[in-house]
């Protein structure tokens, strides 16, 4: 009886601590509810739908990417100028979620950008908002990058300033590492190697 409970143990061990390291192989990704554009001074206006990124989800492997609409119907009014734009973005999955350069855990990862004019602010000149690619880590190991497509404004003579309606903005996730697994896992997946092959051993004698 007792060497049929052991085999059992052994057996459940290996099977969560392989399944924990072949999960390893791919990381799901969750968009949470805390998404927001933000510019940083006036004289620029910025208006989007955010409404659909709470609950995006995907699962990506090593190299592979994932694109979807990050800001729709975005709409913006901007006088001559230079500006910096933040835009937030929310994980709720990869958990331990870190940017490189600040400190800390974080859920929600800023993206920094910045708006103004294509060789100076003439009526000839457009206006154009683009945003830094982000490095943010994750997990013991873990990598991922994160970009945002830019907006072209265009000079409106009736307001005497640069617009822009119904754009699109883009995020695009690629995975550059995935996490190394725990040590526990590990260790049950040593514990469950040794369980069954003591038990090999004790049938042979």
């Keep these: 009886m007792m060497r049929k409970l052991v085999i059992a143990l052994s057996v459940m061990a290996l099977i969560f601590a392989g399944g924990s390291i072949a999960g390893a192989t791919s990381v799901d990704f969750l968009i949470g ?11 620029l206006t910025i208006t989007a739908d955010l409404s659909h990124l709470p609950g995006i989800n995907f699962s990506l492997s090593e190299g592979e990417y994932y694109t979807f609409d990050y800001a729709r119907n975005v709409d913006v009014i901007a006088d001559a100028g230079s500006y910096q734009i933040t835009a937030n973005l929310e994980f709720i999955l990869p958990d331990n979620v870190g940017v490189v350069g ?28 683009d945003f830094n690619p982000v490095t943010v880590l994750f997990g013991n190991g873990g990598e991922f990058n994160l970009a945002l497509n830019g907006v072209g404004a265009a000079w409106n003579s009736k307001c005497k300033c640069y617009t822009a309606s119904d754009e699109l903005i883009t995020a695009t996730v690629t995975l550059v590492t995935t996490p190394v697994p725990e040590p526990s896992t590990f260790l049950l997946l040593g514990t469950g190697l040794l369980g069954v092959s003591a038990y090999r051993i004790r049938r042979k004698r």
């Design 33 to 43: 509810n805390d998404n927001s554009i933000v510019p940083e001074q006036e004289g």
């Design 102 to 129: 600040s400190p800390g855990e974080v859920t929600v990862v800023k993206i920094m950008g910045n708006g103004g004019c294509n060789g100076g602010c003439t009526p000839e000149t457009g206006f154009a908002i």
